[in-house]
């Protein structure tokens, strides 16, 4: 496995895939790799003839509140787990290769980013919008591999892809958890002691929720009350839109997802499954 | 030369060209085609081993007080032209094949569409940024072509393409004109004979705002009167700006840009030269 720093040593190593006539699966990621970013790998290596990560911590999706400066980093360990899983490339870009200039030109999310995350984090998924059309173009991906956990972000980028006719697949990959329930993050080292023993509380909020759902109860006064109980964080949101578009018409693929503000970590958590109609 | 309407079709067409190893010239046009459109089809003859035209009238320019429904069509015309021309494929797709739903998603040109047209035509250049940015991804593309003529158009796209890494390049060619100096224009058959008789003096009035900039003067009040002197239509703008980036900071590559709205037909043109330094 080799790892590159550069735009023009990707866009070498793009042509000579594209040369060979093989297929390449593109797993964008922000480093500090966890099991969640190897099953993409998986994914992505199963599907497509060679495997590009990218390590980007993209600074466009953070706000200036939030911890781009203390986001985790490990790059000698997140080179060992990309290539135990099977990666061919690492691109590892600074941000200077990657933002040489302001751009005038902006993307907006618009309505898709009202909800959820998007309300407390203005200006995140333009951000993340940013960056991806960027490895979408610059990676020559056949297919590119997100996982579930950031729903809002899979559906933002599933739009984007699809309404703007990107030459490539997008592939939503489920969300990996630890034993006790708590969904994988780069964030989760962030934790006190006391609240990584609250934090499985999201999931099983969410399974309380969906039942809920299931029986025909609006399940989101009940998970308040769940979370506040169990949880010392703040909770930030928590909402059941339909999914991908994310609206308030909730029949058929819904989204039940919350956010709990942590003393130095936010964390996220969501199930997607099928509301049947009355 | 063929002419295929759906995405389907021109995905396949660009599958066989790209396994066959052959690049692909892009000469994005709204149809009505005349001597510009020509000189970008040759250009991108030149340069590459297959040309493909789009002819699509495009709404998401248009504003709700234009003309995109009396905008001129001929597509038998045209097809005749394009294949004169060199064309060997014309993709002519429905504004529903386009545009299957509404997007949440828009891309915004910033700072960049305040000067010039984009003061008068609001939104314009972001339906022109959700046109190309399809159109680049499903031709797979090398190169595109665009005509100096639309001039604040190219300078906004060349950033599009630069700043978010589309892996293709944006050729430039020179405007086209008659011999009485009138650059050449799907609209011009808009214009009265009378207006046709004056019409010319916008070129005119870009020479002498030239020769003006070169001797260090300010041309725009000059050239005002001489519009007004010359001209029955009404001026929208005369601006000197710098190029690509229209800043009002010129020194180097800059552009004097002007439009005129006759009675049925805006006009515009533009030069582009380099102003030395004191």
Excluded at 78 to 101: C, H, N, Q, W
Excluded at 131 to 139: D, G, I, N, P, Q
Excluded at 222 to 236: H, K, P, Q
Aim: hydrophobic share 40%.
């Amino acid at each position: 496995m080799r790892t590159i720093e550069t735009i023009k040593e990707l866009q070498q190593w793009v042509d000579e895939r594209r040369a060979a006539g093989e297929s390449i699966g593109l797993v964008p990621t922000m480093g500090f790799l966890h099991e969640g970013h190897m099953k993409l790998v998986e994914r992505a290596k199963e599907e497509n003839d060679t495997v590009l990560m990218s390590i980007f911590v993209n600074p466009a999706q953070f706000g200036p509140n939030e911890d781009f400066e203390r986001y985790p980093r490990d790059m000698e360990r997140d080179k060992t787990m990309a290539e135990e899983a099977g990666t061919d490339l690492i691109f590892a870009p600074s941000v200077g290769e990657i933002y040489p200039r302001e751009s005038s030109i902006t993307i907006s999310p618009g309505r898709m980013a009202e909800e959820l995350c998007g309300k407390s984090r203005p200006g995140h998924f333009d951000g993340v919008l940013k960056v991806v059309t960027k490895l979408f173009h610059l990676s020559g991906a056949d297919r590119a591999y997100f996982g579930q956990k950031d729903a809002q972000q899979l559906a933002i980028i599933e739009s984007w892809v699809e309404d703007f006719n990107f030459p490539l697949k997008i592939r939503r990959v489920g969300t990996v958890r630890e034993k006790d329930g708590l969904a994988k993050s780069s964030r989760n080292v962030y934790l006190s002691d006391q609240e990584r023993v609250e934090a499985p509380h999201l999931k099983k909020a969410l399974d309380i929720g969906q039942e809920m759902v299931a029986d025909g109860i609006d399940p989101i006064s009940a998970m308040t009350d769940y979370l506040i109980e169990n949880c010392s964080g703040r909770i930030d949101y928590i909402q059941l839109l339909s999914y991908p578009d994310l609206t308030e018409n909730v029949e058929g693929e819904a989204i039940l997802a919350l956010a709990v503000q942590f003393e130095k970590a936010r964390l996220i958590d969501n199930l997607i499954f099928t509301i049947k109609g009355n």
